[in-house]
């Protein structure tokens, strides 16, 4: 080792050092920086406002992120379920649901009578029910509605009120409005059935079925299939809304202390087999948790599985012309602003009013408002409708790329045949991409990143696909899937169709395919099975005769039929109806100067029928026929002439119902201003003028028209106010009335055989008591077939709630009876066993 001086060391390093150099003020790097700076305090105050809006956004997704961060899974939660309920109207890119939706009118049955009165029939029939009221009685509920009538609208609204209701009031775009606070509180649980995993029923449910199987194997069978409890209701809400596990526990407390609303879709989309899972699943989760509320979308037909373990059905009723008006007005002011003008308003109001009374669904008119607004006219026929809706969701990008439009298409449509012909609802995300890159060009011919770009155009706002959670998707509405296999199924032989006529998840896609395709065949074999006593098969045909091209060889024979049939003397009045609504639906010409002809003919349901149908199709040169029928001898057709003027809806037909309110006959005016209460804002305002008539008897009137807008500040005055002591006991009637409506207990529960006291009276006038079970329904159509006139028509009543399979030859022996209000309950009876339990109820 050799040592090294330390002086030698410190020399050199300071050799090393750098030399010292004095600081030098360099001009020309001066003026550079300078003119840099110059440059940069430029550009950012020529861009200012672009960099504030980029810092604004970047400020308000940091702060959404810290709220994030901070906030409970419950409020994430509730984050979730309000996206996912806005994304459910349909087209969801337009205008979020709470700029669109409409209050609906809600039906329920009427409450069974604890006592039958000494004297007269028992009531019978709906009530409405608000909708902030209608979750105020019994807590298990079906919401029943046809295809597109708004069923999950009203969930989706639901949803988002309970999700939205804990936001600051100045930060809140959902008002609860008059929903109570013991529903909006609530934690809102939206699922979608057919996600769930219930299993295919394949040979070992038909072995059941048809009774090859033991009664221990079908037990076990039934056992193994069970969907599981809580878990898998939290586990369907969670990936309805795309969550993760962190929201399990906070949904779990929610649902074991009652304070969750469970809102429930695609009942209709599952079969059978999978309904009677799923009802029984329901019922044990709502045994298991109490408290809770529960609220399912159904069709028109098979969800008997429900109301057998006691949930109680709420009706969609069709919108009125106040309704279809706010609705217009909605989407113009969210769609339009800069067109919001009131004659923009009116004529979509015209269009959709005239669309609703043709029978359109919700769904026609938001497709239809939406094309109108787009291009001031809407095409002739659902399927072109559809069309027209499809082509505007992908024009944007079709018009830079050519090949996109048909690929969308071509990949729409084979998912849709896949699904329908499958009885499936939901698709994979793997199973579109690949139906996506079979509709694409060839591999040379398109662009990078093809599928994925479609997939994410079908699957995003303005897509028809919508996520379920786990990577799975439906289509937005099942009339998308049914009208886009429509279109598929037009290159098929009719004749491989007519296995599918019978199947309930095929009901909506032949009136696509009757405008699409050659239907003729089909026709034939729906005509060789026997009709039921509602005609029901024959109003199906109505709709096919509607849907198909003018000129259609088969539809002159098919009309023939259906109008023979409705002047057919002993057809049930409603039934028939029934029938003329059917008359309309076909669209033909001939049909409007066919019902004024019924206009002269003897019976008094004929005329009734007539009158209500050609409101439907009527136009203002066809005012005179109504009038005419406002001096007609029998006061029911005259009430329904009043009606239909009502449905009419026009300028000059409200005019013509003002007339009858000031001018017309004592017994029609009350009727003429309750029907004024439903032709718009306008007329409820004139309602509101009359109130200070001259005349005694139209101030009457007028107060029935006020109660059916709950205009009880007018009422309390007129009951107050008024000189004349028959118009304030009116006006107290009404206020009375109202008091009643809003202090009932919203939907009632299914009445109890059991605990009926006329019913427990009846029998003890027998010698004998009520029993249990199926004793007491068994006493029930002893009530049916021997009591008296009363007692017989609340039998029947009863039957129409809760009445099953096994009951119907009872019901069919009373259509003889010789009381027309127990003949009417009967029927009524009748119509809903055949609906409920999706049966065909022949005639005899």
């Excluded at 504030?52 to 409020?75: P, Q």
């Excluded at 969670?238 to 949904?251: F, H, K």
């Excluded at 007005?329 to 015209?350: F, I, Q």
Aim: with cysteine; net charge negative; hydrophobic share 50%.
């Amino acid at each position: 080792m050799h040592y090294i001086p330390s002086d030698t060391i410190n020399l050199s390093l300071q050799e090393l050092a750098p030399a010292f150099r004095q600081w030098r003020f360099d001009l020309l790097s001066a003026l550079i920086g300078a003119v840099i700076a110059f440059i940069l305090a430029g550009l950012l105050y020529a861009f200012r406002g672009a960099l504030r809006r980029v810092w604004e956004s970047v400020a308000v997704e940091l702060g959404r992120f810290m709220n994030y961060m901070r906030a409970s899974a419950d409020e994430n939660y509730r984050r979730l379920v309000a996206a996912k309920a806005r994304s459910l109207i349909i087209p969801a890119h337009v205008a979020p649901l709470e700029a669109l939706f409409v209050e609906p009118k809600l039906l329920a049955t009427f409450r069974s009578p604890l006592a039958l009165s000494e004297t007269g029939s028992v009531a019978a029939g709906p009530r409405f029910v608000p909708l902030h009221r209608m979750l105020e009685g019994h807590p298990r509920l079906v919401l029943f509605g046809g295809s597109g009538m708004g069923k999950t609208t009203v969930l989706a609204y639901l949803a988002l009120v309970c999700a939205t209701a804990f936001e600051e009031s100045e930060k809140r775009h959902v008002d609860p409005g008059a929903i109570p606070e013991s529903v909006w509180k609530r934690l809102p649980l939206y699922i979608t059935l057919p996600v769930i995993g219930w299993g295919a029923a394949g040979q070992e449910e038909e072995n059941l079925e048809e009774g090859e199987a033991s009664e221990e194997e079908a037990t076990v069978a039934q056992e193994t299939r069970r969907v599981g409890g809580v878990d898998d209701l939290i586990k369907a809400a969670v990936s309805a809304v795309d969550g993760g596990g962190g929201y399990v526990g906070a949904l779990r407390q929610y649902l074991e202390s009652g304070r969750a609303i469970v809102l429930v879709d695609g009942w209709d989309l599952l079969t059978s087999y999978q309904r009677q899972q799923a009802a029984a699943w329901l019922a044990d989760l709502a045994d298991a948790a109490p408290g809770n509320m529960w609220l399912v979308a159904v069709g028109t037909r098979g969800y008997a599985p429900l109301t057998e373990v006691g949930f109680a059905s709420l009706t969609l009723a069709e919108w009125n012309a106040t309704q279809v008006e706010a609705f217009a007005g909605r989407w113009v002011a969210a769609c339009a602003p800069e067109s919001a003008s009131t004659s923009l308003s009116h004529d979509l109001m015209v269009e959709l009013q005239s669309a609703a009374r043709s029978g359109a669904s919700l769904l026609e008119l938001s497709l239809r408002a939406f094309v109108y607004l787009s291009d001031r006219r809407v095409p002739a026929g659902n399927a072109a409708l559809f069309d027209r809706v499809l082509d505007l969701l992908l024009q944007e990008q079709a018009e830079e790329e050519p090949w996109w439009l048909a690929t969308c298409r071509a990949a729409l449509g084979q998912v849709a045949l896949e699904l329908q012909q499958g009885g499936r609802s939901v698709i994979s995300s793997e199973e579109i991409q690949a139906a996506i890159e079979a509709a694409l060009p060839p591999h040379e011919e398109r662009p990078v990143r093809a599928v994925s770009r479609v997939f994410q155009s079908l699957t995003g706002a303005r897509g028809l696909f919508r996520s379920v959670g786990s990577g799975q998707y439906t289509f937005i509405h099942p009339l998308w899937q049914a009208y886009l296999a429509a279109r598929q199924l037009v290159a098929f032989d009719p004749a491989t169709l007519v296995e599918w006529l019978e199947d309930p998840l095929w009901v909506d896609v032949f009136p696509f395919y009757a405008e699409l395709g050659d239907v003729k065949l089909l026709v034939d074999a729906w005509l060789r099975t026997p009709d039921d006593v509602f005609y029901t098969r024959l109003r199906t045909l109505g709709s096919w005769i509607g849907a198909a091209p003018e000129g259609t060889a088969w539809r002159e024979g098919a009309m023939a039929i259906l109008a023979r049939v409705f002047l057919q003397p002993g057809i049930h009045a409603p039934t028939r109806r029934l029938l003329a609504d059917a008359l309309v639906s076909t669209g033909v010409s001939g049909v409007a100067y066919f019902l004024k002809q019924a206009l002269k003919n003897p019976e008094t349901d004929v005329r009734i029928a007539a009158v209500l149908g050609l409101s439907r199709v009527a136009k203002e040169t066809d005012i005179p026929a109504f009038e005419a029928m406002l001096a007609d001898e029998d006061v029911l057709v005259r009430e329904a002439a009043v009606q239909a003027l009502a449905k009419l809806g026009s300028d000059a037909a409200t005019r013509r119902l003002g007339l009858v309110l000031l001018e017309g006959e004592d017994d029609l005016r009350p009727v003429a201003a309750a029907a004024l209460a439903s032709c718009g804002e306008e007329s409820v305002e004139l309602l509101g003028e009359l109130a200070d008539s001259e005349d005694m008897m139209t101030r009457r009137a007028v107060v029935f028209g006020l109660a059916q807008v709950g205009a009880r500040g007018l009422l309390e005055k007129m009951g107050r106010e008024d000189g004349q002591w028959v118009v304030r006991t009116a006006a107290a009637t009404a206020l009375e009335e109202l008091e009643a409506q809003e202090k009932s207990p919203g939907v009632p529960p299914l009445p109890d055989i059991e605990q009926l006291p006329w019913l427990i009276s009846w029998a003890a006038t027998k010698g004998e008591g009520l029993g249990m079970g199926d004793a007491a329904r068994q006493m029930l159509r002893r009530a049916l077939a021997e009591g008296d006139e009363r007692v017989r028509c609340a039998a029947a009543q009863v039957l129409a709630q809760v009445g099953r399979p096994d009951d119907i030859e009872g019901l069919r022996a009373a259509l003889a009876d010789p009381a027309l209000d127990v003949v009417s309950a009967a029927m009524g009876a009748l119509e809903g066993i055949g609906r409920r339990y999706d049966l065909s109820i022949r005639r005899k």
